[in-house]
Nanobody
Framework: QVQLIESGGGLVQAGGSLRLSCAASGRISSYHMGWFRQAPGKDHEFVASIGTSGGAIKYADSVKGRFTISRDNGKNRAYLEMNGLTPEDTAVYSC????????????????????WGQGIQVTVSS
């Protein structure tokens, strides 16, 4: 089992950038990592995911070209670099880790992931 803690959120103006970090309590090298977000009154929305060795990267169409997911297995961290932020990106962002046993699910599905962080608020002002 692994605990995940997000950091790096906050308030930013439209067009600005933020870098979210997800710190794990243990080794993440065997976990598929993902980022999701949830805006008020909306369901969890897939943002991005990355495979165990940094490949198999996938993005939601809404963030493609603006967000970059990465990971550092040596530091047991995953990252989400967010550029060109718009008010529509305002949400609580959560990182997640999925074991191989859930590989039958798509990386964009919440069912792919076993462990979730508490989430961190990102607010983009217009």
């Amino acid at each position: 089992q692994v605990q995940l803690i997000e950091s790096g959120g906050g308030l930013v103006q439209a067009g600005g950038s933020l870098r979210l970090s997800c710190a794990a309590s243990g080794r993440i090298s065997s976990y598929h990592m993902g980022w999701f977000r949830q805006a008020p009154g909306k369901d969890h929305e897939f943002v991005a995911s990355i495979g165990t060795s940094g490949g198999a990267i996938k993005y939601a169409d809404s963030v493609k070209g603006r967000f970059t997911i990465s990971r550092d297995n040596g530091k047991n961290r995953a990252y989400l670099e967010m550029n060109g932020l718009t008010p529509e990106d305002t949400a609580v962002y959560s990182c997640a880790a999925g074991e191989f046993r859930r590989a039958r699910y798509s990386a964009s599905e919440t069912a792919r992931y076993d462990y979730w962080g508490q989430g961190i608020q990102v607010t983009v002002s217009s």
